[in-house]
């Protein structure tokens, strides 16, 4: 069998941006499906009043020493990151948490059979099955193994994440492959680009298992407003309501700058002893944080993952911009949005075991020859 590679969270590295992947608009990311698509029209939308910025306390007083309270999963699976559409990556922020990035040609027998303790741990374990060229067309790339993989995890406490693209596939194959169960989603016809405005309640948020939202909900002091720039083809969803599994609804969001029609962004659904949290829009498109930060909070992440330099410019750019409300929109919408997607988190290490017959998550590795071309 072959390795398994795992990634750390370096204790001591600075914050490296991460290369991104230029979003391709033509070719497979646009033919997921025949679907008209929907896209934001400047001559026809009105442009949305803009409410007020208000000054935060925090930005005029020395901020209080408040921080993030997220239980991160101990083993997370990233599916798909080669190809990857998505160029968000779990962010570990200062919890050590175990990484394995992998293509979906990778899942077999092998594999499933080599989880063993991951699946047992008290700790969560995160698998993301990633928007990628492997799940475009509304199919997974070995799709038989893929199917074979969510099945066994049916059986375990464990969180499922689809988006985009990895959602289309697994609506457009659920009743292929699980007919004894009726998808709880159905896919629209139609596909969206451009502007999009997601919006949901904080204790919605703050309820959700998946820790991302759990972030967004203890980064905001009220509820959740966030813009998106999304890449063309983004699927559309809604709840099936022919199916006895209700998915509970996280956030909704509407296309362009007229709030007509809402649309299902994110929801999380228990199926079996797992449980799914869905979405469509990325972390990595994020353009505009609409609702209220708490800086005071984001301050602190950025501190303890990006050091005390990144920290100062923080803080000077918070001084500098107190005037200037849309200045200061635009950097905190820019911190969050690197924070959400992972790109502001300290660097991380690939280690690679010595092959054995041990399980592949039955313990961290201590010791290994580092990979500087992870991520």
Not at 169 to 188: D, G, H, R, S, V
Not at 312 to 327: C, H, K, L, R, T
Not at 360 to 371: A, D, E, I, K, T
Request: charged share 20%; with cysteine.
């Amino acid at each position: 069998m072959s390795s398994l590679l795992l990634e750390k969270t370096a204790e001591t590295s600075m914050f490296q941006p991460m290369e991104q992947p230029e979003l391709q608009s033509n070719s497979s990311i646009d033919q997921p499906m025949e679907q008209a698509e929907l896209q934001s029209n400047s001559s026809i939308d009105q442009p949305m009043e803009q409410p007020e910025l208000q000054s935060n306390s925090s930005i005029d007083q020395p901020m209080e020493q408040e921080t993030l309270t997220i239980n991160n999963p101990k083993f997370v699976f990233e599916i798909g990151r080669c190809g990857a559409y998505d160029t968000s990556t779990f962010n570990t922020g200062t919890t050590p948490t175990f990484c394995k990035n992998m293509n979906y040609d990778n899942i077999n027998d092998d594999f499933i059979a080599s989880l063993g303790d991951c699946l047992l741990e008290p700790e969560l374990t995160l698998f993301r099955f990633l928007c990628s060229e492997q799940c475009c067309s509304n199919k997974f790339k070995n799709q038989d193994n893929v199917f074979k993989l969510i099945k066994e995890l049916l059986k375990h406490r464990v969180l499922l994440e689809f988006s985009d693209f990895s959602l289309g596939a697994l609506i457009a194959q659920w009743n292929k492959y699980l007919p004894e169960m009726i998808c709880p989603w159905k896919l629209l016809p139609i596909t969206t680009s451009g502007e999009f405005t997601m919006s949901g309640l904080k204790t919605d948020f703050e309820s959700s298992i998946h820790p991302t939202l759990q972030t967004i909900a203890q980064l905001s002091d009220t509820d959740i407003e966030i813009k998106f720039n999304n890449a063309g083809g983004t699927i559309l969803y809604e709840i099936n309501e022919e199916s006895p599994i209700v998915p509970t609804i996280i956030s909704q969001g509407f296309i362009g700058r007229v709030n007509e029609t809402k649309y299902l962004v994110h929801s999380s659904t228990k199926i079996g002893e797992s449980t799914f949290i869905t979405l469509n829009s990325h972390w990595c498109n994020l353009t505009s944080v609409e609702s209220n930060v708490n800086t005071a909070v984001l301050r602190d992440y950025i501190l303890r993952t990006e050091g005390e330099n990144s920290a100062m410019e923080f803080d000077n750019s918070m001084e500098e911009n107190i005037g200037n409300p849309v200045a200061l929109k635009r950097d905190i919408s820019e911190s969050v949005r690197r924070m959400v997607s992972g790109q502001t988190q300290k660097k991380k290490t690939k280690f690679v075991e010595n092959d054995s017959d041990d399980e592949c998550c039955s313990s961290p590795p201590v010791s290994g020859r580092q990979n500087t071309n992870a991520w």
